[in-house]
């Protein structure tokens, strides 16, 4: 199971820090990423970070967002940094059996296990 917590709204450069409580598999096997989906749009990725806490995002974030786990205690993290309009979505943490996310790591199907997502709204 996984449950996102830490939505909200924001102004525009402001910041917001998503957090994702897992439970129910060995979190410390799983790479893990972080996806969102804007009204209207696909779901798309936003970044992973491997089991060895080696993050990587995707360009429009990147300088931005930064991911960290603490696979002691099976939770993500999301720090959004200088927020735009435009990161306005519902995130969601999801979880993809191996050590390492890859380079298909944006690729929804191989991930195992999503969370119910979290909205944030920037304005």
């Known amino acids: 199971q996984l449950v996102e917590s830490g939505g909200g709204s924001a102004e525009s450069g402001g910041s917001l820090k998503l957090s994702c409580t897992t439970s129910?598999?060995?979190?410390?096997?799983?790479?893990m990423g972080w996806f969102r989906q804007a009204a209207g749009k696909e779901r798309e990725g936003v970044g992973y970070?491997?089991?060895?806490?080696?993050?990587d995002y995707t360009d429009s974030v990147k300088g931005r967002f930064t991911i960290s786990r603490v696979n002691a205690n099976h939770t993500l993290f999301l720090q959004m940094n200088s927020l735009k309009a435009e990161d306005s979505a519902v995130y969601y943490c999801?979880?993809?059996?191996?050590?390492?996310?890859?380079?298909?790591?944006?690729?929804?199907?191989?991930?195992?296990?999503w969370g119910q997502g979290t909205q944030v709204t920037v304005s």
């Open positions: 999801a979880a993809a059996w191996g050590l390492r996310c890859g380079r298909n790591w944006h690729q929804q199907s191989r991930y195992n296990y």
């Open positions: 129910g598999f060995t979190y410390s096997n799983y790479c």
């Open positions: 970070i491997d089991s060895d806490g080696v993050p």
